[in-house]
């Protein structure tokens, strides 16, 4: 068990905070019990872990192989991304996972075009979760899952859900015609007036422009959540419209 907490440390965590270093070292941040320990019950590779001497204590039985340091409050207080800072924090390698081959889908998958905001994604992580979907596939434009207010937001979901990162038009032009590809676009379809299945493919655009132009000629089923008399609202929140899609979904 260490207790030293070298100025070279605090510097390579905090770097993580930016993309770039993330590519570099190939490493994550994941900060909170609920992350942590999610985290540890996954295949995904810890490097180390810097906690509280309280939370080492509580959570002995789970650490044992692991390399862990003791860090004060004071310390976590200079390398936390979160306004109040946890007890713990650990450092993940990021994984690699195997190009995503459309032919052998056979559950639902999502794609997210150009996700830009970092709550956005990991609600919309955290919702494929909840509702038993466990590939996710985003543009190469959508935020880096690992960015660290992506993982806070996924509440330990990052660790059970598949992400990958593709040019989605290249993707979906190996699409077979027999896997249904559903777009939410507002002049769709109302959710509640056709048949869903649960293999399938659900194609959820950027908060600002919707769905790409060069993707729309892939979309087999345009579908809408359709607004309530004197709605004056021009759109939902990208993951809370990703929510209801899913819900319908899964509730047949």
Known sequence: MKTMFSKAKIKLINSLKMSKYRNEHRMFIAEGSTNVLDFLQSPIRIAELFATQNWLDKH???LKGINCSVVNQKDFEKITALKTASEV???FAIPEYPLLDLTKINSLVLILDDIKDPGNLGTIIRTADWFGIHQVVCSTETVDAFNPKVVQAS???????VIHYHDLFKILQSKPENLPLYGAVLDGKPLMEF?????????IGSEAHGITNNLLQFIDHKITIPTFAGSKAESLNASIATAIICYSFRNQ
């Open 155 to 161: 509440m330990g979901s990052l660790a059970r859900v």
């Open 60 to 62: 002995a039985d789970r």
């Open 195 to 203: 048949n869903k299945c649960d293999k399938g493919i659900v194609l």
């Open 89 to 91: 924090l650990a450092l």
